[in-house]
């Protein structure tokens, strides 16, 4: 996942902190309660740097528990994400990972709100060509885009290539690479044609047991994945 540029002291622990605060408020449940206010759940002023960058970092994930839940998010976390996306626009060169998670955050906010217009997608024609291995990495950067409401060409391409992606998963987990085995592990739960062999439920579980301690981020994946499994149909493929 892109970082931003912007307020760079104690921005790793600040990212970690707002990961956190989201993957506990994916696991309250759906209630009204579950939808954070990021600024009180972190301990940072809604109008600090540092908590807009990790926003920005975040992108879409930041209101991943209103998305995954189909609930109004806090306003106070509205303005957050605006603010995380007009402060960091990504430059007319920025790599697929800014240009996508700028996207991901904006249609968010899109989606959520009603408000603004739908931007113009980035590029998606590398996720047909990429070689498995590359796919499975830059797929990965680009997790918090596999939710609900932010319907792409990233997704429609990502559901083409199960068995690739498939491949991702397991040689992370192999490798021992939670955060890449997280974020890959969610892309299946969304797209159709996932090998059952595979065994992606336990799979997602042994993931978080083994990387949630050392990352947040692998936590919000795997609780956004395991929602995803619950809500979406299981379109599995006979081994």
């Keep these: 996942m892109a970082e931003a540029q912007g307020p760079a002291s104690g921005l790793p622990a600040a990212v970690q902190n707002t990961a956190s605060a989201v993957a ?20 940072l002023s809604a109008d600090d740097p540092l908590l807009v960058a990790c926003v920005r970092v975040l992108g879409a994930d930041a209101l991943a528990p209103a998305l995954l839940y189909g609930l109004r998010p806090a306003p106070a976390d509205v303005a957050l994400a605006e603010a995380a996306r007009d402060g960091y626009p990504p430059p007319p060169d920025a790599p697929a990972a800014t240009a996508w998670s700028h996207w991901g955050l904006a249609e968010a906010l899109r989606t959520l709100t009603g408000h603004g217009v739908r931007e113009t997608q980035p590029d998606a024609e590398w996720v047909t060509g990429e070689p498995w291995p590359r796919l499975a990495h830059r797929m990965a950067q680009l997790a918090p885009l596999a939710a609900p409401g932010l319907d792409s060409a990233l997704a429609t391409g990502a559901a083409k290539r199960p068995v690739d992606l498939g491949r991702g998963f397991v040689r992370a987990v192999r490798r021992r690479d939670w955060l890449q085995a997280a974020g890959l592990g969610r892309w299946l739960a969304l797209i159709p044609g996932v090998p059952a062999s595979l065994g992606l439920d336990n799979g997602l579980e042994f993931v978080r047991q083994m990387g949630e301690a050392a990352d947040a981020r692998v936590a919000l994946h795997v609780r956004a994945a395991q929602l995803l499994r619950v809500t979406a149909p299981v379109r599995e493929t006979p081994a």
């Design 24 to 43: 506990s408020a994916l696991d309250g449940g759906g209630n009204r309660l579950s939808v954070p206010d990021l600024a009180g759940s972190v301990e």
